[in-house]
């Protein structure tokens, strides 16, 4: 009898911690929809993901330790830590992930900033090229044209040397 209570009890304090991990994972999708803004398509897909995680984690808990049995106490247990962990620990949890959060999209940017620099000289050398090029394509142009007319003025003109000399 002691050995089932005991073992009732530490089902009990599993199941608990259950219920604080399942709302510390809630916090995280809590904590990274403050530091980066996303459109509502976006939240309730990662709602989704978020029930999926707890699903699955609750089956696989139900099965492992209740071997395959669901019982009221579970539950009770699961809402309990989850209210111990709301209380005691999620507004700290929140403050600190948060920042940690933010201070690693500052330094995401900063190192994409970075990456990017390159890039974008690359695009303005390359913008230049292309301008440079196309200017000696209009002048190439331009000179084929004057050529074709100064081919033309000098078979003209050989006409009418040819006149000339008939006469």
């Not at 089956?59 to 111990?84: D, H, K, P």
């Not at 990017?116 to 044209?145: D, G, H, T």
């Amino acid at each position: 009898m002691n050995d089932t209570l005991l073992n009732q009890a530490g089902i009990f304090m599993i199941y608990l911690l259950s219920g604080i991990f399942i709302c510390l994972v809630y916090d995280i999708f809590r904590a990274l929809r403050k530091t980066v803004k996303t459109a509502d398509f976006v939240t309730l897909i990662e709602d989704v993901i978020f029930w999926l995680i707890v699903a699955i984690f609750l089956i696989y808990m139900i099965f492992i330790f209740g071997n395959g049995e669901i019982r009221l106490f579970m539950f009770v247990a699961i809402c309990s830590g989850g209210t111990i962990y709301y209380l005691l620990i999620s507004k700290y949890f929140m403050k600190i992930s948060v920042s940690i959060l933010t201070i690693l999209k500052k330094v995401f940017v900063k190192i994409i900033t970075l990456l990017m620099i390159p890039l974008k000289i690359f695009l303005k050398i390359n913008r230049k090229i292309s301008y440079i090029v196309c200017i000696n394509f209009k002048n190439v142009e331009k000179n084929i044209k004057k050529i074709g007319k100064d081919r033309k003025m000098v078979k003209e003109n050989r006409k009418k040397a040819k006149k000339l000399e008939i006469k």
